[in-house]
């Protein structure tokens, strides 16, 4: 369609001599195209959506069957305050970064400072749907562990979708994301270093 809407738009000037006749025929074309891009963009708009939904759903399946067991005892297990919680997620949020560029900075301390960006970078792809889980778990604990495994999976999925579509408001959308990652890994770091001593007994 553009290649034939460049062809009219060199060729029209000496085969019509009239600007009103090349409008006539201009004209139509040039809604022809913006109806094409403008079903482009909503084809490509949806496609992400259902791209997003499917990476979403997989990363839930993936993180429900491997660490199902640790979610149910991670928000059964009992914490010592609120504070403690975003103060740990706030430095997990921001502290990690800065402690990989400074193991980046210095010549030893690249590996290290590599293996700390890339759990990072993992944390935050895997963050949404971590929380998601943990609140799945939470609330079917208060329901006497009734769900199944798909009605968790599902649960988790559409709390995923709204903390997607929380993104779409500019500051508030992004505090709000923010603010859920940040217990998220205050929860989770807590009950990593509560847990240190089981942990290690594990791997050795």
């Not at 997607?164 to 807590?190: E, K, M, Q, R, S």
């Amino acid at each position: 369609m553009i290649k034939l809407l460049g062809i009219i738009l060199i060729c029209s000037p000496v085969a019509l001599a009239g600007s009103d006749i090349m409008e006539t025929i201009l004209y139509p074309l040039l809604q022809m195209q913006d109806d094409w891009f403008g079903r482009g963009s909503a084809f490509w708009g949806y496609g992400l959506w259902l791209f997003n939904l499917l990476v979403n759903f997989l990363t839930l399946l993936v993180l429900h069957l491997l660490l199902r067991k640790t979610l149910i005892k991670m928000v059964t297990h009992t914490y010592e305050s609120r504070f403690k919680i975003l103060a740990t997620g706030l430095g997990y949020l921001f502290g990690i970064p800065v402690i990989a560029a400074f193991c980046l900075v210095s010549i030893l301390g690249i590996p290290s400072g590599v293996l700390l960006l890339m759990v990072f970078i993992l944390s935050l792809w895997c963050g949404n749907c971590l929380a998601a889980l943990l609140v799945t778990h939470y609330l079917n604990s208060r329901n006497v562990d009734s769900w199944n495994f798909w009605t968790i999976i599902l649960l988790s999925l559409a709390m995923v979708t709204i903390m997607d579509l929380i993104l779409l408001f500019p500051l508030l959308g992004a505090i709000g994301y923010a603010l859920v990652l940040i217990v998220t890994y205050g929860i989770t770091v807590l009950y990593v270093w509560d847990n240190r001593e089981k942990i290690l007994e594990l791997t050795e």
